[in-house]
């Protein structure tokens, strides 16, 4: 499909055509000579590899041969030499189709030789029209007429480019089409083609009859002289505008002349249709201007007189064309489809797009289950032989597996948003406790740690929210989404019975450790996979990180569609700007309050946990505060050790990141929106961009030094007090991870923590100038936590 629709073949040929409204230079490279040709170069390429399969030949061999019918036939009908030249295009990319996809050797050589020689006569002819329409203001080959007196070079030049393309010698169209008929004589005379064989060929001749007839149109239409036509008022065209198209000419008859070169360029390629054992030449033979009489000289010759009597007698066929339907047309036939398409999506929109969350919901899990569950008993196959419903040793699985029946079925009942939330982070934890069972400490950690810090941003966004859940199990389609639900869950419980015991070879990852310790330097499997192993996929997933903490920003910091974003907030508050009331007021409120918060700290220049003076009492818990000064620095150590030892040990730079995030959560919520301010004067984009900046430079520093993207490289040396150190260069890249996952809870918590604490006090502030005892603004101790 790919190749059918970009190269313009049947039945999606008539785009080109509809194309050529670009200047004829523009029209030359992507419509002619080079763009479009992405399909048969797509088509040439995968030819050695799908020749031999029972498809590939009646698709290539009936669509190319299709397309150059109707190419050559629409042409014959156009009085614009554009569009001739257009639909000539057309039908030539049917020709190329059909001798690069042939994989034989001959074919193959042929199909790279035409494909060079069409370039070069079709941007002549292209350039050339480009030429006439700018000197005489038309390209109706009704008003043209006598262009050849005017202007003599131009018309030698289109008529070497006409002639190469009608296969007249000794120009390169000539030498590439006499090697394709020998490839399609050998292939249709052959014993394996069969009448096909034999068919293809005379189609293939009528093809280039009708080439040798729209080519001769061309050139009568644009420089002949016509009776009872005025002759067409033509500028002299300046020696520049005309050398390009020159240049064109003058190669395709060096090409002609001397295909030696072109042949030599394209051998290797012939060579892959080659039989192990067989001579490469000999097999493909070789492009040249003289062959002998052969049968493929007879068919040129056939070629040129049938040709030459097409377009002596164009009255005739001008008429015969006229008897055919109007309504056979491959665009209007395109065109009602697709008004069809745009129906029939019209009333399954409005019978499906109906605004209810239940519907939408109700489709996408019906979906879901239904279509894997047909494929299920399609397949018919048994249950796994090996099958255990609870690991025989580890009987705790089943209190694991309670805890989370309970926790599910406790958040389906909840009517509580909390509640809710509280009991999903209960399947969660119970999750991590089947990891941590079934020897996967590194999975149990990531997971446990990952249902925290979406536990907290979870909490922190329902502050907007109603506490209630109304209606959160009722209404009279209750039983139909307890069976949706149900089914769902007993689809997926058998998909993934079924998925794992369908194996039939040897996992991959049974290698993994041996890759893990000999490749990656590390003896932590799922950390070395993560920076080493599958080091791309982590890339992405840490772009998607940052491109999701940026998109979470904008929906919370920018309050509507036609403001604008500060930067001074931009660094003050996340990754991207928020909107202060009046102005610059917002910022310079927040600073007074940290100012006279600094005054209260037992030390001026390192204050922190000031939430006497932050937060209202109210909000406030001293045990908590006492607790965050004790933890939060060996959290903070903590968290680095897992960044550093994760490469040997269960940790990695991700769970590191989790953990340093956990870190500023516990700070923020013992002190509020303030304190997260002083606990990371860096913002949340800027965490960001310095952690993919530096797993970039990981992957990028390699291939400067004659490596490979993202290849490790493993140093041994000696310290002093530490010994014997082996660094991997992989732990850069890990530290890269590490730095964006803190940017993204920094940035959690700076959207969906201090923006909406600052929400809530802009919504019960006071009226400006009110103040508290002490100079502070009576906002600041307003309700703004939960």
């Known amino acids: 499909m790919g190749a059918i629709t970009k190269s313009a073949l049947v039945p999606f040929h008539f785009w080109l055509p509809g194309a050529m409204a670009a200047p004829t230079p523009v029209s030359a490279y992507l419509h002619a000579a080079a763009m479009v040709k992405a399909g048969i170069y797509l088509v040439a390429r995968l030819a050695p590899g799908f020749a ?33 030249l257009a639909y000539g295009t057309v039908s030539q990319l049917g020709f190329l189709t059909m001798v690069v996809g042939l994989g ?44 050849y007196r005017s202007s003599r070079a131009l018309a030698i030049v289109a008529a070497i480019g006409a002639a190469s393309m009608a296969g007249i010698p000794p120009l390169a169209g000539f030498v590439a089409k006499e090697s394709v008929f020998e490839a399609f004589v050998h292939y249709g005379t052959g014993s394996g083609a069969g009448p096909w064989g034999l068919l293809i060929l005379v189609g293939l001749v009528l093809g280039s009859i009708l080439t040798f007839a729209y080519s001769a149109r061309f050139m009568w239409g644009a420089f002949a002289v016509k009776p009872g036509v005025e002759s067409t008022p033509f500028k002299p065209i300046k020696p520049a505008f005309l050398a390009a ?80 339907p109007g309504w056979i047309d491959g665009d209007r036939t395109y065109q009602l489809a697709i008004g069809a398409l745009d129906d029939a999506a019209v009333w399954i929109t409005g019978r499906t797009q109906r605004g209810s969350l239940y519907f939408y919901l109700s489709v996408i899990l019906t979906v879901a289950f239904v279509l894997p569950l047909t494929a299920l008993v399609l397949a018919n196959k048994a249950l796994p032989e090996d099958l255990y419903f609870v690991d025989p040793n580890s009987p705790l699985q089943i209190v694991a597996g309670a805890g989370i029946v309970i926790g599910a079925l406790a958040a389906v009942r909840a009517n509580k948003r909390f509640l809710a939330v509280l009991m999903v982070s ?20 990531t997971q446990m740690l990952v249902e925290t810090i979406i536990l907290v941003a979870f909490v922190l966004a329902m502050r ?42 040897a996992p991959v990852s049974l290698e993994f450790p041996k890759l893990a310790y000999e490749g990656g330097g590390g003896l932590n499997i799922v950390n070395v996979t993560l920076v080493d192993i599958r080091a791309w996929d982590t890339f992405g997933e840490i772009s998607v990180l940052a491109l999701a903490a940026t998109g979470v920003a904008s929906l919370i910091f920018v309050r509507s569609r036609g403001e604008g974003i500060r930067a001074s907030s931009t660094v003050a508050e996340g990754s991207v700007g928020r909107r202060s009331p009046g102005g610059s007021r917002g910022n310079t409120r927040d600073d007074a309050t940290l100012a006279m918060s600094r005054r209260f700290a037992a030390s001026s220049r390192d204050a922190w946990i000031v939430a006497g003076r932050t937060l209202a009492p109210e909000r406030r818990s001293i045990i908590f505060e006492v607790v965050t000064r004790l933890i939060f620095h060996s959290i903070i150590v903590f968290s680095i050790y897992l960044l550093l030892a994760g490469h040997n040990f269960p940790g990695g730079g991700f769970a590191g990141g989790l953990t340093a995030g956990l870190a500023l959560t516990v700070r923020y919520l013992a002190g509020g929106r303030f304190e997260l301010r002083e606990a990371s004067p860096v913002s949340a984009g800027t965490l960001l961009g310095i952690g993919l900046a530096t797993a970039a430079a990981s992957g990028l520093v390699p291939l400067l030094l004659g490596g490979q993207v993202f290849q490790s490289a493993i140093i041994e040396f000696w310290l ?39 929400h809530f006090e802009e919504q ?23």
């Open 52 to 84: 031999d399969t029972p498809y590939w030949l009646p698709v290539v061999l009936g669509l190319g041969l299709a397309t150059m019918l109707v190419g050559g036939y629409r042409a014959l009908r156009q009085t614009d030499i554009k569009l001739i």
């Open 104 to 147: 034989k050797p001959d074919a193959a050589l042929a199909g790279l030789g035409l494909l060079l020689a069409h370039g070069l006569f079709k941007a002549t002819l292209f350039l050339v029209v480009g030429i006439i329409d700018h000197q005489a203001g038309t390209r109706d080959i009704r008003k043209l007429s006598g262009v």
């Open 245 to 324: 198209p020159a240049v064109l000419s003058l190669l395709t008859i060096v090409y002609g002349l001397w295909p030696a070169p072109v042949d030599g360029w394209v051998q290797p390629y012939a060579a892959l249709f080659v039989p192990d054992g067989e001579d490469p030449a000999a097999a493909a033979g070789h492009l040249a201007l003289w062959h002998g009489v052969t049968p493929a000289l007879g068919l040129t010759a056939l070629t040129f007189a049938l040709g030459l009597a097409m377009f002596f007698g164009r009255n005739a066929v001008s008429r015969l064309q006229g008897l055919v």
């Open 426 to 445: 209960v399947t969660g934890y119970g999750i991590a406790l089947m990891f941590a069972l079934q020897g996967a400490p590194d999975l149990a950690l």
């Open 464 to 505: 907007s929210l109603p506490a209630e859940l109304r209606d959160r199990t009722g209404g009279k389609y209750r039983v139909v989404r307890v069976i949706i639900g149900a089914a769902f869950g007993i689809t997926m419980v058998f998909v993934a019975i079924f998925a794992l015991g369908a194996r039939v070879a």
């Open 720 to 758: 002093p007090v530490f010994g014997d150190v082996k660094f991997v260069t992989s732990t850069i890249f890990d530290i890269g991870v590490y730095t964006v996952v803190v940017g993204l809870a920094l940035d959690v918590l700076r959207s969906l923590g201090a923006e909406i604490d600052e």
């Open 764 to 786: 019960s502030e006071e009226p400006a100038g009110d103040q508290e005892p002490g100079g502070v603004p009576a906002e600041t101790t307003a309700k703004g936590k939960a």
